[in-house]
T-cell receptor, first 114, second 116 residues
Framework: QKEVEQDPGPLSVPEGAIVSLNCTYS??????FMWYRQYSRKGPELLMY????GNKEDGRFTAQVDKSSKYISLFIRDSQPSDSATYLC??????????????FGKGTHLIIQP | DTGVSQNPRHKITKRGQNVTFRCDPI?????LYWYRQTLGQGPEFLTY????????KSRLLSDRFSAERPKGSFSTLEIQRTEQGDSAMYLC??????????????FGPGTRLTVL
C-alpha cells in the first residue's frame, strides 16, 4: 500500500461545476498536507497547504484535512477550462519538522469541459 | 524570474553515458530537494540538502546517483552509467527556513531525461 493514495482519473466536469479531489494517507506521522497543480511537461505549482486538521480557503480553492480519517480534499469552485491539469496531493512532516521530502499521490487528471 | 531554475530542460543520452543536471534554488532558500517523476506517477523523493549538507537520501538513490550542493547555493545531480529505467523527469525544489513548520516546497520546471 502506498503511503498516499489518489485516484488518477481522469475526472471530467463541465465548466462552472464544483470539483472535489481527494486523497487518503496511511502514515499517522504526517503533519502537513499540500496540493500542487501540474500542467503537462511542467513542474508542480504549489496551490494550497494545511498544517494538521482543518480547512483553508484561497479564492476558488478550499483544502480540507481530516486527520482522524486520514482524508485530504481539495474543492474548486466555479471551475474554468484553465483549471484542467493534474492535481497532486502531498504529505510531509514524518520526522516532526518541515524539512522532510514530501510523499506524493499519483495525481488526478482533471478536465474542465467548456 | 526569481523561481527555481533547472538546466538543461531536456537531455537525451545513450545507455551507459553519464549525465549531470543543475538546479538553482530560489535566492536565500536554504533547503534544496531532488525528486524523480515517471509518467503517470507523482514525484518521488530522492535526497535533500540543508545549506551544503546532504541530510537525507531515499532508497531510490542508487550508488550510480550522486548529488552535491557546494557552498550551499546551486546543486548538481549526476547519474553515472545511465540505464533506460532512469528515463524520467528530474525535479528540483527549494524551501526557506520559514517553512520549517509548514513544509512548503517550490518546484522548478524539471529536466526531462531520455535514455536510449
Amino acid at each position: 500500500q502506498k503511503e498516499v493514495e489518489q485516484d488518477p482519473g481522469p475526472l471530467s466536469v463541465p465548466e462552472g461545476a464544483i470539483v472535489s479531489l481527494n486523497c487518503t494517507y496511511s502514515n499517522s506521522a504526517f503533519q502537513y498536507f499540500m496540493w500542487y497543480r501540474q500542467y503537462s511537461r511542467k513542474g508542480p505549482e504549489l496551490l494550497m497547504y494545511t498544517y494538521s486538521s482543518g480547512n483553508k480557503e484561497d479564492g476558488r480553492f478550499t483544502a480540507q484535512v481530516d486527520k482522524s480519517s486520514k482524508y485530504i480534499s481539495l474543492f474548486i469552485r466555479d471551475s474554468q477550462p484553465s483549471d484542467s491539469a493534474t492535481y497532486l496531493c502531498a504529505s510531509g512532516g514524518r520526522s516532526g519538522g518541515g524539512a522532510d521530502g514530501l510523499t506524493f499521490g499519483k495525481g488526478t487528471h482533471l478536465i474542465i469541459q467548456p | 524570474d526569481t523561481g527555481v531554475s533547472q538546466n538543461p530542460r531536456h537531455k537525451i543520452t545513450k545507455r551507459g553515458q553519464n549525465v549531470t543536471f543543475r538546479c538553482d534554488p530560489i535566492s536565500e532558500h536554504n533547503r534544496l530537494y531532488w525528486y524523480r517523476q515517471t509518467l503517470g506517477q507523482g514525484p518521488e523523493f530522492l535526497t535533500y540538502f540543508q545549506n551544503e549538507a546532504q541530510l537525507e537520501k531515499s532508497r531510490l538513490l542508487s550508488d550510480r546517483f550522486s548529488a552535491e550542493r557546494p557552498k550551499g547555493s546551486f546543486s548538481t545531480l549526476e547519474i553515472q552509467r545511465t540505464e533506460q529505467g532512469d528515463s524520467a523527469m528530474y525535479l528540483c525544489a527549494s524551501s526557506p527556513y520559514a517553512s520549517v513548520l509548514t513544509g512548503e516546497q517550490f518546484f522548478g520546471p524539471g529536466t526531462r531525461l531520455t535514455v536510449l
